[in-house]
């Protein structure tokens, strides 16, 4: 099994619709972290997380929100989704002492 | 700021050429330099890394060297294979905040038989 997992793989939804995407991980490490990767651009951070009470902006935050439910769970939202959060979507972690990030297989949202 | 640019792609290449893929940053101090490789329909994952200047990252026959006076991890490797057909990202995290990583747009690398 992955030791960063993300559900749901693939989502197509429609404008206006919430949706969630959940993320979690068997490697015990305290800081989680939302993408999105758009063609041509790379990764962008959408939210990070050092510990459960700690919750952080990243570069693109609005329209997004995040939910922290313990340890080994971070969960990203939106709210009403717009065809231009249509991207991929990575959850990863990192140890306290940090120098590696561990990727999830990503979640490909698609809005209508 | 921080910031990471690589040169664009795609880079088609035939099977045992030689791959160089560019990558240059920003930085305050001395960051931590990576590699990442993204396979299809996969997460990206650590290729290699450096943490000072002069050190060479290596892996699967990668190579990378951190370069202050040029500020460039220029990703290398002798003889491509197919199966390294994959987006290579290249990363920093500054030297002040470990856990913030900076990433570069990404290369696509397709090797030909």
């Known amino acids: 099994d992955a030791d960063v997992t993300q559900t749901p793989r693939n989502r197509i939804t429609k404008t206006g619709k919430r949706i969630m995407l959940e993320c979690s991980q068997t490697?015990?490490?305290?800081?989680m972290y939302w993408y999105r990767q758009d063609p041509g651009l790379g990764l962008q951070l959408i939210y990070y997380?050092?510990?459960?009470?700690?919750?952080n902006k990243g570069e693109i935050s609005d329209g997004y929100s995040v939910s922290r439910q313990a340890q080994a769970k971070f969960s990203l939202s939106l709210e009403s989704a717009i065809p231009n959060q249509t991207a991929l979507y990575f959850c990863?972690?990192?140890?306290?002492?940090?120098?590696?990030?561990?990727f999830g297989e990503g979640s490909r949202l698609t809005v209508l | 700021g921080n910031s990471v640019t690589q040169m664009e792609g795609p880079v088609t290449l035939s099977e045992e050429a030689f791959l160089t893929i560019n990558c240059t940053y920003t930085?305050?101090?001395?960051?931590?330099l990576f590699w990442y490789v993204q396979y299809p329909g996969e997460g990206l994952q650590l290729l290699l890394k450096?943490?000072?200047?002069?050190d060479k990252g290596s892996n699967k026959g990668f190579e990378a060297t951190y370069r202050k006076e040029t500020t460039s991890f220029h990703l290398e490797k002798g003889s491509v294979q197919v199966s390294d057909s994959a987006v290579y990202f290249c990363?920093?995290?500054?030297?002040?905040?470990?856990?913030?990583?900076?990433f570069g747009s990404g290369t696509k690398l397709n090797v030909k038989p």
């Open positions: 930085a305050t101090g001395y960051p931590s």
């Open positions: 490697k015990g490490h305290d800081r």
């Open positions: 990363a920093l995290t500054p030297l002040y905040n470990f856990n913030k990583f900076y």
């Open positions: 997380s050092f510990d459960v009470k700690d919750i």
């Open positions: 450096a943490t000072k200047a002069d």
């Open positions: 990863a972690t990192s140890s306290f002492e940090g120098g590696e990030l561990f």
